[in-house]
């Protein structure tokens, strides 16, 4: 008997999309797919996009057929399956087929003001945690503007927090193929040697990000950070010392350099550390433990 209603939930799902392809045949017959224009980095963008669908497609499947369909129906499972996916990638065509046309009538300044929107949007709804609907914007903004780096920057943030390190990995590539010294996506390739406790290529990523971007302390206190968890202490004293030269007085970049001179064994150094935290942050509830640390080097 269930055997009998997940046949009939099929036949109908089945003819679902039967309606929606005769609904829509007039315009995706219209559409030459053999024709449609190439960009620079179709592949990508087509990746990203069949990585989407994939991901959606895998959810429907792994939910109904495979969970819940008995092995007998495979094969009808499969030809829904099929027919699902050329129907969505029909429909996705022809929706960027039309947005380009909308696009490609718009000046420099109008596009450009269009494509911040979709940004801000996106940002938007990743803050949300609403990250299919920014996944979406961003893509759109790629069909718009293939070397648009913000975009992929997006893009990439999204799959890292999902944790879809290989994607997040292969769209920082992307970025640096369009941009070689892109610091932000060499930033986010050190991130993910980080989380997947490759510490030795996180340092040599920092290195070539320092070198870029010797002005930004952040940099030399994430490279502290790195060189501190590898042993390299001194060299994390250091990268310390510099952050605070870049941005004096900073509470966090002192706190690091307090732990790292206490733990090199400075006294001096951390003596004169403290006052300068005592100062800057007189709140923190540190300070005793930190002169205790001090008092017994």
Known sequence: MLTIIFIIIIIIALGIIIFILFKHFTHLTAIDLKNLPQEKTANIKTGLIEYRLRRKLNTFTNLTAQKYVSPILNKVGKKIKNTYHTAL?????????????????????????????????????????????AEEIYIDIVAMDPKNIEAFLGLAKIYFSINDLLHAKETYQHILKINTDNDKALAGLAELAIKENDWQSAKEVYEKIIQLRGDDPEYYCDYGLVLEKIGELELSLEAYQKALTLKPNDPRYLDYLLEASI?????????????????????????????????EL
């Open 89 to 133: 990638n029909l429909e996705k065509y022809y929706k960027r087929e039309i947005h380009k046309k909308t696009v490609v009538n718009l000046d420099w300044e109008e596009k450009n003001n269009l494509i911040k929107s979709k940004l801000n949007l996106a940002q938007e709804h990743f803050l949300q945690a609403n990250n299919t609907a």
């Open 263 to 295: 733990i090199n064994r400075k006294k001096y150094l951390a003596y004169k550390v403290l006052d300068r935290l005592k100062e800057a942050n007189p709140e923190n509830n540190k300070l005793d433990e930190f002169k205790k640390r001090i008092e």
